[in-house]
C-alpha cells in the first residue's frame, strides 16, 4: 500500500482546508486510516482516525473543527479542517493499517497564519 497525501497549503486563521490521503492497493476499505502532525520543533502528534467501518475519533484539540472520512471506492481519506488556528500548523501525514499503522505517506504542509 502507497499513500499520498495531498491539500496542504497557507491559510489564514478561521479558515478551511481539505486534505487527501489517497491509497494504492486493493486493501485500503479494509484499513483503519489515521491522520497525524507534526509541528515545528515537536513530536508527531496523533490527530484522529477512522475505522473500516466509518467510527471516527479525534484528539480534543480538534473536536469540531476537524472531520475525517474517507471514500472506498477512490481509495481517499479526506481530513476537512474548518476555523483553523495557528497552533494546527504543522506537516500532515496520513497513514494506513489492519491493527497498526504500517503504511505512512508522505506528509502535506499546513500553515495558518495569524
Known amino acids: 500500500v502507497q499513500l499520498q497525501a495531498s491539500g496542504g497549503g497557507l491559510v489564514q486563521a478561521g479558515g478551511s482546508l481539505r486534505l487527501s490521503c489517497a491509497a494504492s492497493?486493493?486493501?485500503?476499505?479494509?484499513?483503519?486510516m489515521g491522520w497525524f502532525r507534526q509541528a515545528p520543533g515537536k513530536e508527531r502528534e496523533f490527530v484522529g482516525s477512522i475505522s473500516d467501518s466509518g467510527s471516527t475519533y479525534y484528539i480534543n484539540s480538534v473536536k469540531g473543527r476537524f472531520t475525517i472520512s474517507r471514500d472506498n471506492a477512490k481509495n481517499t481519506s479526506y481530513l476537512q479542517m474548518n476555523s483553523l488556528k495557528p497552533e494546527d500548523t504543522a506537516v500532515y501525514y496520513c497513514a494506513s493499517g489492519r491493527l497498526q499503522y504500517n503504511y505512512w505517506g508522505r506528509g502535506t504542509q499546513v500553515t495558518v497564519s495569524s
Open positions: 492497493g486493493r486493501t485500503f476499505s479494509r484499513h483503519r
